[in-house]
């Protein structure tokens, strides 16, 4: 028999898996001074992770804070358009700090999402990334670091930071499979906001270089 109908929706509020129902997304930094500084990855392969984990955050309107450092001091700019543009509504926090976690405006924000289970992504992965990952795991929360949707000054110190975060703890994902995980059924009503997101995906993953083709329209 034909299967065309999906499985029943498990618990969103107590399950292990990642729902748009039990987790909040923050981007720290991605800032174009950051960029310039990145050695692991190009900002076209960042971007592919970071603008799909935007897209994500918006289409299923999963809780988001955006980060800044040094805006409000003159010496850098604010978050790239390509992220801010999916992200409606959503001010940006400004800190002198390098630690996020250590600045009370972005502590209250997460707070104020009610969740305590994070999906993470920030330039770069040692420190904006790391710091932030270590001290909140340190008070309980779940953290799960994007990581095809951040980058180092270097690979060795982009892979270090993903060793010393995992082995505190974080549990790493990827933009794509995140977005799996939200969507989890393609015959749910909602599945078509995850069609549009992946479509887009490997449609600019193309122009980066890549032959991958749209493997999931209707």
Same mark, same amino acid.
């Given at each position: 028999m034909p299967k065309t109908q999906p499985e029943p929706v498990r618990d969103p509020q107590n399950g292990h898996l990642l729902t748009p129902q039990n987790c909040?997304?923050?981007?720290?930094d991605f800032q174009p &001074?950051?960029?310039a500084t990145v050695g692991s990855a190009t900002r076209a392969q960042i971007d592919l992770g970071a603008v799909t984990l935007a897209k994500l955050a918006h289409a299923y309107e999963v809780p988001t804070v955006a980060t800044?450092?040094?805006v409000d001091m003159g010496v850098n700019e604010a978050t790239v358009p390509e992220i801010m543009n999916e992200l409606s509504g959503v001010e940006q926090i400004d800190r002198t700090?390098?630690?996020s976690w250590e600045d009370a405006d972005f502590r209250a924000a997460v707070e104020a999402t009610g969740r305590k289970t994070i999906v993470m992504a920030g330039l770069w992965t040692e420190v904006c990334l790391a710091f932030p990952?270590?001290?909140m795991l340190?008070? &309980?929360y779940e953290i799960y670091p994007v990581i095809d949707a951040v980058g180092g000054v270097s690979t060795v110190s982009h892979d270090t930071a993903i060793t010393r975060m995992v082995q505190a703890g974080a549990h790493p994902v990827t933009s794509l499979a995140f977005g799996c995980e939200l969507m989890r059924n393609w015959a749910r009503p909602d599945a078509d906001r995850f069609?549009?997101?992946i479509n887009d995906y490997f449609s600019r993953k193309r122009e980066i270089g890549d032959e991958s083709g749209d493997l999931f329209k209707q």
């Open positions: 909040a997304i923050v981007f720290i &001074g950051q960029y800044t450092v040094a700090g390098v630690n990952t270590l001290d340190d008070e &309980g069609r549009t997101i």
